[in-house]
Nanobody, 115 residues
Framework: VQLVESGGGLVQAGGTLKLSCAASGSIFGFNAMGWYRQAPGKQRDLVALMATSGGSTNIAESVKGRFDLSIDGSKNTAYLLMNRLKPEDTAVYYC?????????WGQGTQITVSS
């Protein structure tokens, strides 16, 4: 399984970015799919995670109301729409998926929010 991320970059505070994560196979083989992030010197934390069966989305309090996770099964792709970005959102964002065999990670994409 490969997860390929795109859409990272530099944005001013208050701006919007959309990340994409394309899976090499059908996402319906996954239990869940979503995003984590890791800021410099900090641990990797959950941003948003969704069950591919259509269950509820688990989203971090720090991004609730600003970020939205969606999955397009026809394109085997997950998206993270990030609105009203803040400097504290600066981090490397990693796509994540898991199935009965294990966990899978993308290579990471840098998001930098300038004040």
């Amino acid at each position: 399984v490969q997860l390929v991320e795109s859409g990272g970059g530099l944005v001013q505070a208050g701006g919007t970015l959309k990340l994409s994560c394309a899976a090499s196979g059908s996402i319906f083989g996954f239990n869940a799919m979503g995003w984590y992030r890791q800021a410099p010197g900090k641990q990797r934390d959950l941003v948003a995670l969704m069950a591919t069966s259509g269950g509820s989305t688990n989203i971090a309090e720090s991004v609730k109301g600003r970020f939205d996770l969606s999955i397009d099964g026809s394109k085997n792709t997950a998206y993270l729409l990030m609105n009203r970005l803040k400097p504290e959102d600066t981090a490397v964002y990693y796509c994540f998926a898991n199935d009965l065999i294990g966990n899978y990670w993308g290579q990471g994409t840098q998001i930098t929010v300038s004040s």
